[in-house]
């Protein structure tokens, strides 16, 4: 039996940086990841570090993780090739200027800062755009990094202060003494007062071992990366709406995503769907015609959790003391795990935090919702 302080199951940004936060403090630390860390929804990404577009509800947690990341080399020992290069989400319809204007009032109110770019401003600024934009939303302090480069990072990190990061771990055991839970993975006992559950999707059944199920769906982004480009693209971009996603890494290659890719029924492995794909292309080449003959070079998938809400759930348990989830976050936890995993590791040891969480309640559901 390996007795710890603290167990976390899921190996993604929020695990590895909650065990960091954690092992910083002094804590034992053992973390479980039944594959490799950063190997599901942490580093299949488009590797987004996004303020932008933000519903109020999340926009402290964004803005705790972004702090962080302005700190991610010095926190983890390594380059993850954190870029904060702007982000610009554009306009494609008059209806989509007025949400621009909608939300950067509310940003402004949050204390962000982002900046209207009007129809002559981008037309002179961004030349390789098309007719179709008319207007943009530029967050100049957001940007992009490595998602492949991320939780490695933190992991490394973790180890270094302490933690027991233990891959290739599956936890196929799992219960709560009334003191401590008790987790079986690969024939090892691993017991702690406290859990975090930060597995993803698949957080969602050991909620529902606890008593707390929810409705939890299943997201594969549908990812693409072009041949390198002559650069010509410094912001990380989006669309109101959602539906494309895109930006020109300094290699010159364009990564971009839109639409779902596919999975069979165990998740034992995640593609990209080809109608999903053709139409993204569509989408890319409407808003910057340039691309219009560049070759995709490669396409993916992977696994994230998702609600209808699209809020994650994060916070304690409502049935079992110790118990703390992190996980469906909805296709936007790259940028946030990093604060997600300070915000766990304050949840253990000071009992409180200063990002509100009422928002993400596992609470929150009702009977009908989980039925569905």
Same mark, same amino acid.
């Given at each position: 039996m390996?007795? +710890?302080?603290v167990?976390?199951?899921g190996?993604?940004g929020a695990g590895? %940086?909650?065990?960091?936060?954690?092992?910083?403090?002094?804590?034992?630390?053992v973390?479980?990841?039944r594959?490799?860390?950063g190997?599901q929804?942490t580093?299949v990404n488009?590797?987004?570090?996004r303020?932008q577009?933000r519903h !109020?509800a999340?926009?402290?947690?964004a803005?705790? %993780?972004?702090?962080?990341?302005?700190?991610?080399?010095?926190?983890?020992? %390594?380059d993850v090739e954190?870029?904060?290069?702007?982000?610009?989400?554009?306009a494609r319809?008059a209806?989509?200027?007025a949400e621009?204007?909608?939300w950067?009032t509310?940003?402004?109110?949050?204390?962000?800062?982002?900046r209207?770019?009007?129809?002559?401003?981008?037309?002179?600024?961004?030349p390789?755009f098309?007719d179709v934009?008319?207007a943009?939303?530029?967050m100049?302090?957001d940007?992009s990094?490595n998602?492949r480069l991320? +939780?490695?990072?933190l992991?490394r990190?973790?180890?270094k202060?302490?933690?027991?990061?233990?891959e290739g771990?599956?936890v196929?055991?799992?219960?709560?003494?009334?003191?401590?839970?008790?987790?079986?993975?690969n024939?090892?006992?691993? +017991?702690? !007062?406290w859990?975090?559950?930060?597995?993803g999707?698949?957080?969602?059944?050991?909620?529902r071992?606890?008593?707390e199920?929810?409705?939890?769906e299943?997201?594969?982004?549908?990812?693409l990366?072009?041949? !390198?480009?002559?650069?010509f693209l410094?912001? %990380?971009?989006?669309?109101?709406?959602?539906?494309?996603?895109?930006?020109?890494?300094?290699?010159?290659?364009?990564?971009f995503?839109?639409g779902?890719?596919?999975?069979?029924a165990?998740?034992?492995f995640?593609r990209?769907?080809?109608?999903a794909a053709?139409e993204?292309?569509r989408?890319a080449?409407?808003v910057i015609?340039?691309?219009e003959?560049?070759m995709v070079?490669?396409?993916w998938?992977g696994?994230?959790g998702?609600?209808?809400d699209?809020?994650?759930v994060?916070g304690p348990?409502?049935t079992t003391?110790?118990?703390?989830?992190a996980?469906?976050f909805?296709?936007?936890?790259f940028?946030?795990?990093?604060?997600?995993?300070?915000v766990l590791?304050?949840l253990?040891?000071?009992?409180?935090t200063?990002v509100?969480?009422?928002a993400?309640?596992i609470?929150?559901f009702?009977?009908?919702?989980?039925?569905?």
């Open positions: 390996i007795q +710890a302080d167990l976390i199951v190996g993604g590895t %940086s909650a065990a960091l936060h954690l092992a910083r403090r002094g804590v034992r630390v973390l479980l990841e594959g490799l860390v190997g929804a580093g488009y590797g987004g570090v303020q577009g !109020p999340g926009i402290p947690l803005r705790k %993780s972004r702090e962080i990341w302005s700190r991610i080399r010095e926190l983890t020992g %390594s954190f870029d904060p290069s702007g982000h610009l989400k554009l319809s209806a989509d200027e621009l204007l909608r950067n509310l940003a402004v109110e949050h204390g962000l800062r982002p209207m770019i009007g129809r002559n401003a981008i037309r002179e600024l961004y390789h098309s934009v008319i943009g939303s530029l100049e302090e940007g990094a998602p991320l +939780a490695p990072a992991a990190a973790a180890r202060a302490g933690a027991d990061i233990r771990h599956a196929t055991g799992l219960e709560h003494d009334g003191t401590d839970f008790r987790l079986l993975a024939g090892t006992r691993f +017991a702690a !007062p859990l975090l559950n930060c597995a999707f698949w957080g969602g059944e050991i909620a071992q606890f008593g199920a929810v409705p939890i299943k997201l594969h982004p549908n990812m990366v072009t041949e !390198p480009l002559p650069y410094r912001e %990380s971009l989006g669309v109101v709406g959602g539906g494309l996603y895109m930006r020109q890494i300094a290699r010159g290659n364009i990564i995503g839109g779902r890719g596919e999975s069979d165990g998740i034992t995640t990209p769907r080809p109608d053709f993204v292309m989408s080449i409407a015609p340039r691309l003959h560049a070079i490669r396409s998938s696994t994230d998702t609600f209808a699209h809020f994650p994060l348990s409502r003391p110790g118990l703390i989830h996980f469906g909805c296709g936007e936890g940028q946030t795990g990093p604060g997600v995993g300070a590791s304050e253990v040891m000071d009992g409180v200063d509100p969480l009422e993400f309640d609470g929150r009702t009977a009908a919702q989980i039925a569905v």
